[in-house]
Nanobody, 123 residues
Framework: QVQLKESGGGSVQAGGSLRLSCAASGTTYSNYCSGWFRHSPGKERVGVAAIDGDGSTRYADSVKGRFTIAKDNAKNTVYLQMNSLKPEDTAMYYC?????????????????WGQGTQVTVSS
């Protein structure tokens, strides 16, 4: 059974940085697509960043140039480095993995999800 555990969330001021981590058990990131979604109250859940088994990455337009996704296959952990944080980045961030593909819709519909970690950015 795949289990994901996020960590690294917290509260920061605008312009600050956070690094989220997602440790996996029951699967290996090397063959799966893994990604991060976020959900804010009153807004839809949206994909933020994803990294495929071959290391290719994709980002939401709103975070390009500020967020970086990376994975350490040896540690079975995926990371989301978030720089230049803005108040609009405030959300619950979820780690997701899928063996079926790496599109936002596949990750959202056919992935394993973690419990989430809260990120709060104050102005």
């Amino acid at each position: 059974q795949v289990q994901l555990k996020e960590s690294g969330g917290g509260s920061v001021q605008a312009g600050g940085s956070l690094r989220l981590s997602c440790a996996a058990s029951g699967t290996t990131y090397s063959n799966y697509c893994s990604g991060w979604f976020r959900h804010s109250p009153g807004k839809e859940r949206v994909g933020v960043a994803a990294i495929d088994g071959d290391g290719s990455t994709r980002y939401a337009d709103s975070v390009k140039g500020r967020f970086t996704i990376a994975k350490d296959n040896a540690k079975n952990t995926v990371y989301l480095q978030m720089n230049s944080l803005k108040p609009e980045d405030t959300a619950m961030y979820y780690c997701v993995v899928s063996e079926y593909g790496c599109s936002w819709s596949i990750l959202a519909g056919f992935g394993y999800w973690g419990q989430g970690t809260q990120v709060t950015v104050s102005s």
